[in-house]
């Protein structure tokens, strides 16, 4: 039986939405920013990379012909032979850009709600909640209490926290409670712990994740996230091809943080890793083991964590030609009938102003469909991808989206 590999390059967008002016996105583009600043010789940095991007493998599957059908424009250095593969555009429909609705989406199960966000302002979160969080979690307060850039915000209370044992809890324009605490001084599992309690507390206002972020380090030496973060998020409201996947008997991998984007609802075996590599290793290893009509769902996070919430132009651009150049060795996994797409959950732009998504149309870069490579058009729903998925493997079809 067929299988299929679904691989989310998290917030490579390749252009605004029809409606990224309601976000106040018009104009975002992470791809073809990060290739203009490339072409112009604005993201090299020594010891890391240099000149044009070089991406000669994605712009095999098409990445080039997909920013073109998003935005009437091929970027400097993704022009290129014809491709091997399929490749399209696509609009999500759900509310909001950040990554929940877009993997769920991808699932086949568009967001029909309006996630809960936190005001802009000092302090955010609402004070019934704060108490309730305080006295349920045995906390002495909080820090923070407002709109903020993680390594920024732990960088300036890491040392207050340290004195004062307030774990500090700050959000962003995305639907998110995140809760930062020293992981040796305050203890990984109690920073779990209180993360429970905020999950809970925040399910009434529809928050679509809470994020515990433990850290390391001391005030002499500056502060270091770890690899010990933890997304607590809620299930999606109906079945996704995950789901569907499980309940035919099939067999899934899910590597990453999928399964706490779909809080661990039809995710299979779980494959964990910190950095792109580490992923990539991880997806090769789980395409070598899985079974026939089986279903692998991989996040790259680091290209929107390390680079692209930070700003980061060079690096964002080098983890990109890192990803590239591992491509063949993925390709070489896949066996005859096998489904290969690579798209992305929203953009972060880091060219853009602030930290926060940007509202984006995502690459949809298709290996294996059997038929001849080409465009698949502008899509009006990240659901097509789900729908393509349940189709190929033989699936109940999805509730939305339409097979390509």
Known sequence: MPRAALLVLDS?????????????????DTVGHIAECCARGEADRAGLRNG???????????????????????????????????????AEVSRGKDTPSGHWE??????????????????????????ALCAEAGLPGILGDRHASGTAIIEELGEEHLRTAKPICYTSADSVLQIAAHEEAFGLARLYAVCAVARR???????????????????????????????????????TILDRATAAGRDVVSVGKIADIFAHSGTGRVLKAVGTDALLDRTLEGLSSLGDGGLLLANFVDFDSEYGHRRDVAGYAAALEAFDARLPDLMARLGPGDLL????????????????????????????????????????????????????????????????
């Open 201 to 239: 507390l925040v399910d009434p206002l529809r928050i679509g994740r809470v994020i515990a972020r433990p850290f390391v380090g001391a005030p002499a030496t500056g502060f270091q996230r770890t690899a010990n973060r933890r997304d607590l998020g809620v299930p999606p409201p109906s079945p």
């Open 106 to 131: 991808l699932a086949g199960v568009p967001v029909p709600f309006d996630w809960g966000n936190f005001p802009d302002s000092i302090p955010c979160f609402p004070p019934d909640l704060v108490a």
């Open 52 to 90: 044009p991007l070089l991406l000669p493998n994605l712009i095999r599957l098409g990445l080039g012909g997909a920013c073109g059908l998003a935005t009437g424009r091929i970027p400097p250095g993704l022009e290129g032979a014809a491709p091997h593969a399929c490749y399209g555009s696509a």
């Open 341 to 404: 797409i690579v798209t992305a959950d929203h953009g972060c732009d880091p060219t853009w102003r602030g930290t926060d998504h940007t509202r984006e149309q995502v690459p949809v870069l298709v290996s294996g469909t059997g038929r001849e490579p080409g465009p698949l058009g502008r899509r009006t729903t990240f659901a097509d991808v789900g729908a393509t998925i349940a189709r190929h493997l033989g699936l109940e079809p999805t509730a939305a989206g339409s097979p390509f």
């Open 12 to 28: 490579v967008g390749i252009g605004g939405a029809p409606d990224a002016a309601l976000y106040g996105d018009a104009g975002a």
